[in-house]
């Protein structure tokens, strides 16, 4: 192993760590704020900039994101890609410690499933040769309205595992079209080539609303319990949709082809297990005040949009 490579590694490693203790953090903030809405976005981003802790926590994400984008000049991305996909794993491991006691069973085959079938996915894809290629107008759409779906789904009910999946369904979208984007740009694109790409419109809206819809179901449960489902969705409809709508093949060989589709159903039921351990919340503190005005902060609105 190079140094590099180490070098690399050991950043998607830090990547990882950042990441899921800055989300842990922003839920630990959230989870003691008034009821975010989507008829006052202002305000809503107001209350959480107010909050000294949901900063600390979402700095600490952007800088897991810098250091992933970092790991990524130094080691292959199906390298890193594993690496980060460990990170559900780490957030039990971390959310635990937050709580000064073991995971639950539940909570432990469940991060033990979704990591497993995360790296074996991740490990599998980077070793294919696959080339994408440009998808269909169409089937981007129907992927964006199928999100779209089970996000009104999400703005309806207080749930934090369909808030976490509908989040991390969002940031799928988003990464889906930034590849679209990538892929259907020239070889040295311009600023107006840039800026007419409906791609480039849609990626900025969905990361948004998976931003948005993220910290709602933050308000709703524990942290594992939107976290765990937002990880794996975010992870798994990128690889789905690679095959079924960029062109990227499956492995060849009956014996490959059932060991990637035994990992994604291995990263689907643990995410599943995840989802079904709605901890608390809060438990440790009383929760806060209730607004001034609940028929504005409590009913909110679903709103229109295109990791």
Known sequence: MTSALAGGLGLALA????????????????????????RRPLASLGAL???????????????????????????????????????????????AIGRRALPARRERIGALL?????????????????????????????LAAACLVVVACALRRRS?????????????????TSKALLITLPHHPG????????????????HGLGFVVLQRAFQHGGPIASL?????AANLLPMAAGVLLLGEGLPHG???LALRVGAFAAAVAGAWALAGHAAPAAA????????????????????????
């Open 15 to 38: 990547s990882a760590l950042a990441l899921d203790a800055g989300f842990l953090i922003q839920q630990g903030a959230v989870a003691r704020t008034r009821e975010l809405s989507l």
């Open 49 to 95: 900039f107010a909050s000294s802790r949901w900063l600390v926590g979402f700095c600490l994400g952007v800088s897991g994101w810098g250091l992933y984008f970092a790991a990524l000049t130094l080691a292959p991305l199906s390298l890193v890609q594993t690496v980060a996909a460990g990170g559900i794993g780490l957030l039990v491991v971390l959310a």
């Open 114 to 142: 979704a990591t497993a079938g995360l790296m074996a996915l991740a490990a599998s894809i980077g070793h294919s040769a696959a080339v994408s290629t440009a998808p269909a107008p169409l089937g981007v759409t129907a």
């Open 160 to 176: 934090a595992a369909l808030g976490g999946l509908a989040a991390g369904l969002c940031y799928g979208v988003g990464d889906v």
């Open 191 to 206: 600023a107006a080539a840039l800026a007419g790409s409906p791609y480039l419109y849609a990626t900025a809206g969905a």
């Open 228 to 232: 765990g489902p937002m990880t794996a």
């Open 254 to 256: 009956g014996l490959a």
């Open 284 to 307: 440790d503190e009383p929760p806060a005040e209730p607004p001034a005005e609940p028929a504005v902060w409590l009913q909110p609105s679903l709103p229109t949009a295109a990791r």
